[in-house]
């Protein structure tokens, strides 16, 4: 299988100024115009032959599909919120042993997808997305979605939804349930930054769907979070506790930190639905798992206030 070598030898030749024709005598145009988009393959001998003319080195598949798995298995981690750090490592090691500019853009990817999950502020990502997208036929098409999604979660990051928006709608055309799965994902924290709650509950009940074919259930749990803000703001706040306390059951069961943002969402919405005990109830829960979390003390002392409890307010 060497239907990936195509677009590698498609820039080169680009590159070069050559035109299919000058290639005749060793393959006919219309099969090389289908190995250069992925579509055909050729038998090695011929694309070492094609990789000649063109001054380019011929690598087997085998050559690139380390650094290939090693980029997806560590898409995979992040999907299941798993830890990175060693997959990221190996990865990093295969810089020196990068042969030809095809494997380097794979792995360039690579790099790109983990510094991006991990916000480094001094990493140059503006220059990385230029790149990938100048040597964008480098990378077979699942790879080409993939990154993608990766760069619209860059200009999240960046506050620039309307490019976000732009890559996780080509992402989200991907074969793959988990990429597409989530530039679903993505797409709803911009949806619900921006108000538009009706678009992210589809969103979102998309992206859970996906998820729930391979049962990634930590990730359920974020796209679970991010719907019960999407209930909360349409004020349907019945639903959006309903969610919630869903999302504080999934937690304990896969022992997930960070419970205390759930019990933050949960106080707040029964304080704007008026529920009063229950702003109390879910703010001494979260006081059992944070005692520096300020804001609960200030949601109890509303609560007490229209509850005429006036000592308890003022305590």
């Not at 393959?27 to 090695?44: A, M, R, Y």
């Not at 999950?117 to 990502?125: G, I, K, P, R, V």
């Not at 993505?186 to 969103?203: N, P, S």
């Not at 006081?287 to 109890?300: A, D, G, I, N, R």
């Amino acid at each position: 299988m060497n239907r990936h070598l195509g677009p590698i030898f498609r820039l080169h030749r680009r590159e070069s100024g050559l035109r299919l024709a000058q290639f005749k005598e060793i393959v006919p145009v219309s099969k090389l115009s289908d190995f250069e988009t992925g579509k055909k393959d050729l038998t090695q001998e011929t694309v070492r032959k094609l990789y000649a003319i063109i001054g380019m080195e011929f690598h087997a598949i085998e050559d690139n599909a380390n650094v290939s798995i090693m980029v997806w298995n560590l898409f995979t981690a992040i999907v299941k919120s798993e830890p990175t750090a060693d997959i990221y490592k190996k990865l990093y090691q295969q810089k020196s042993s990068v042969q030809f500019q095809g494997e380097y853009i794979i792995w360039l990817l690579g790099v790109f997808i983990y510094r991006v999950y991990h916000a480094e502020d001094e990493y140059l990502y503006e220059e990385d997305i230029k790149r990938l997208n100048k040597y964008i036929d480098y990378l077979e098409p699942e790879l080409q979605k993939l990154f993608y999604d990766t760069a619209g979660g860059y200009y999240i990051s960046a506050y620039d939804y309307k490019n976000a928006i732009m890559y996780f709608d080509k992402a989200i055309h991907s074969n793959n349930i988990e990429i597409q799965a989530m530039a679903f994902y993505h797409k709803t924290i911009i949806l619900v930054e921006q108000g538009y709650y009706v678009e992210g509950l589809d969103c979102i009940k998309r992206a859970i769907s996906l998820f729930n074919q391979n049962l990634y259930l930590k990730r359920g749990v974020m796209c679970n979070v991010l719907l019960g803000n999407l209930y909360s703001g349409l004020n349907d706040y019945a639903m959006a506790e309903q969610v919630y306390v869903q999302c504080l059951n999934a937690m304990r069961q896969l022992s997930l930190p960070n419970m205390i943002a759930i019990f933050n969402n949960l106080t707040w919405i029964s304080l704007l639905w008026g529920k009063y005990d229950k702003v109390l109830q879910y703010a001494n829960e979260a006081e059992k798992h944070s005692k520096t979390h300020e804001m609960m003390y200030f949601y109890k002392s509303y609560a007490y206030h229209k509850m005429n409890m006036r000592n308890e307010a003022k305590e």
